[in-house]
């Protein structure tokens, strides 16, 4: 069974530019969450999606952020534009119902 | 120990030997525990789950333990082998309102484990 797909794994940008990840969940998984991880720590729930519904965002910083999952699969998250704190690594997970989620290898995000 | 900033809590063993990794929780209405072991450059990966219904779960070389009264979660890797070596998350799940819940990561512990 393929796991999470994420890309890219790897992107370098300048600050004040738009950045964009995106993520084929498991097929079947519902749900479908992003993360961010910062160097040493746990990750951070961003987003999660029940199907095409973002059903938590409260930690999603709006101004900059945007995420979408307009099919119920496939979800895409941006940033615009960048700034030098959002370094990290953004990580997808999926899972199905409140089962256990399983993640992508994450995409390492570098902002200069 | 505690952890500040870059610095996670880090166990070293040997090879062969039993691991124990701590960790502990901070809501009690916290309904389900997951551990998850990260190597360097990769996501999480899924290894044990724990209900709050139970205390303790066995896997194959796992085997994770529930203190709820203390709000306490240890994961115990049997026999470790190099390959054990990496950051390990515990993360709980707990309602937070309606139909939502969410989970919460706790601070890693960095296992090493020598040859």
């Known amino acids: 069974e393929a796991g999470v797909v994420q890309s890219p794994r790897y992107k370098i940008i300048e600050k004040k530019q738009p950045v964009a990840f995106w993520c084929n969940p498991i097929s079947g998984h519902n749900t479908l969450y992003w993360y961010r991880q910062n160097l040493g720590q746990g990750p951070e729930l961003l987003i999660r999606?029940?199907?095409?519904?973002?059903?938590?965002d409260s930690q999603l910083p709006k101004d900059r952020f945007s995420a979408e999952r307009l099919k119920g699969v496939d979800s895409t998250l941006k940033i615009q534009p960048a700034e030098l704190g959002d370094s990290a690594v953004y990580l997808c997970?999926?899972?199905?119902?409140?089962?256990?989620?399983?993640f992508g290898p994450g995409t390492r995000l570098t902002v200069l | 120990g505690e952890s500040v900033g870059l610095h996670l809590p880090t166990l070293s063993v040997q090879e062969g030997d039993n691991s124990i990794i701590n960790c502990a929780y901070s809501?009690?209405?916290?309904?389900?525990f997951i551990w998850y072991k990260q190597e360097s450059g990769k996501g999480p990966q899924f290894i044990i789950d724990i209900r709050s219904n139970m205390d303790k779960r066995q896997g194959q070389r796992v085997t994770v333990l529930l203190n709820k009264t203390v709000k306490h979660l240890s994961l115990q890797i049997a026999a470790t082998q190099p390959g054990d070596s990496a950051v390990y998350f515990c993360?709980?799940?707990?309602?937070?309102?309606?139909?939502?819940?969410?989970?919460?990561f706790g601070k890693g512990t960095l296992l090493t484990v020598n040859p």
């Open positions: 809501n009690s209405a916290s309904d389900y």
């Open positions: 993360a709980e799940n707990f309602p937070s309102g309606g139909s939502n819940y969410k989970l919460t």
């Open positions: 999606y029940e199907n095409e519904e973002a059903v938590d």
């Open positions: 997970a999926s899972s199905l119902n409140s089962g256990g989620e399983y």
